[in-house]
């Protein structure tokens, strides 16, 4: 049995972590995912939940934190594990060869360096090695992380070593697993709130309260430790705080004008959707943080906002939102998206500034000098936009009118698709129209350039796993299943088969970026009925355009919302670019597909009307 913890429990043994992680490689359902979740939150002091779960999710922290990289390759970790049992690295790699997976050889090393060698005290004492703590795991993660600069490698070594040598060997394994990065995508943020809801909140009811609390800071550690600290009711005033990322409010597509109008209450803010990347801004008096749509802290990019932003920001304090564009250094025409790309792919970030400068178009404020501003109406938040910002035409609100005539807001599409905008957002301005952190909600509309073309609408789905190609593509992983997102279950279930629009290079890139996603078999967030050469941790989200919709009985999203037995599905898939920008949370819904499908029919019965007009 092992040792009570610490400190009057105020830590929780490792041991607890590594073998919560190991049941969940077993089990492929997401309700024993969350139980097991529950199981451990229920044992964790309150002192170290948020440490577990960041170790849960694979992270030393939120992602927009910036903390540095672990920062150690496969060689390294070869070298510690050598140090760490005494081995040779060559007896290493040979295991490695032979196991295929770094985390068992250390398993079995570390299984190997505890069996008794001698009988007696002796036995006993090697075998019983002083059990690791939660916060002595954790920390020595983020010191290795922070260890930076000369001496630097040796310092990681010695730690990582250090830790594995005390290590019982199902925790040696998840540590190196951990180190390798291949935990990070395991458990999904909404199983983590819905473990946090039981355990502090009693149950489904108190869901609500916790993601709310999520959605306005968005730092799972934080908010488990505040529930655990201080209870539900601490939650519930909760505000949002400079320099934590708000989750962005999504908007609902929609196709025809006169219906959207309708959807938010007949008049509306009409206003240009730029095509660029979304950004938060953050000011404290200097200081200033930019994020992006999945809560990247993207500041370093782009010091020229940053300096806009300090100028331009009269509030001592604010959160703003607005979408960051690439513009014509000449004309300061808008330019496409791909350009903005091209900037975040260079390192010289300073000489890029100047090939691609950008522009800045706001559109919210949530928070300004100490009020919180998500539960005002949009258009006494747009007011208090337009006090705090003196624009320039590069930092600048987005174009806008107020307006309940559907031919208006024709004009302002036309005109910002002539611009080069995607098209235009219609936003509720009724006494409800608060910023709603986090969902997708029909107070914004998205009415873009492709939904007058023949096509389908583009999709963002999420690779669940992969089929290896035949002839000239060989032995090579070349088609993906895809999956939409029902956010209700925290699941993903299969849309499609994806195998053209790879170019050369994205075949051969996609090999890497697959490689260590491999999973034995379906997560337990996958829902499918078709089963690939080989399952893939949902992490990935591409864009696929088709040709339509149809209806399919080998995939399960949408399964039985038309017909008994049948899901929906895309004809002619095709990839278009990776998403990066997503998280696989971020992903065209299960919801969103059946309604596309559903306006799809609609389209077909009207046509002879709508041609008519
Ligand atoms: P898409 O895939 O269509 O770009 P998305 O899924 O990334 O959209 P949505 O919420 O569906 O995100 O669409 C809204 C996005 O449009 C915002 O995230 C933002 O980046 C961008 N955008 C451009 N102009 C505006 C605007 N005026 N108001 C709100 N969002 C805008």
Known sequence: MAPPAKEGGEDLEFEAVASALDQMERITSRTQLTLLLVGILKKTPARVIDKVVYLIQGKIGPEWKDLPELGIGEKMLIKAISLAYRTSEQQVERLYKSIGDLGKVAETLSARAGRPAASGLLAFMETEKASLTVSRVYDTLLRIAYAQGEGSRDLKLRLLSGLLADAKPKEAKYIVRFVEGRLRVGIGDATVLDALAIVFGGGAQARPIVERAYNLRADLGMVASLLAQKGLEALQDIGPMIGIPIRPMLAERGKSLEELFKKVGGKAIVEYKYDGERAQIHKKDDQIYIFSRRMENITNMYPDVVSMARERIKAREAIVEGEIVAIDPETLELRPFQE????????????????????VFLFDVLYADGKDLTKRTLLERRRVLEDIVDPTETFAIAKYVVTDDVNEAWRLFLEAVEEGAEGIMIKAIHDKSYYVAGVREWLWIKFKRDYKSEMMDTVDLVVVGAFYGRGKRGGMLSSLLMAAYDPERDLFKTVCKVATGFSDEELANMQELL????????HPRVESRVKPD???????????????LTLSPMHSCCLDAIRQGVGISIRFPRFIRWRPDKRPEDATTEEELLEMYKSQLRKVEEAPAQEAV
């Not at 490689?515 to 379906?522: I, M, T």
């Not at 080989?534 to 339509?548: N, Y």
């Open 340 to 359: 903005l790309m091209h900037r975040k792919r260079k390192h010289d970030i300073y000489r890029v500034m100047k090939e691609v400068p950008v522009a």
């Open 515 to 522: 490689e260590p996603l491999k999973r034995q078999s379906k």
């Open 534 to 548: 080989v399952w893939i941790e949902p992490s990935l989200v591409a864009e696929i355009l088709g040709a339509e």
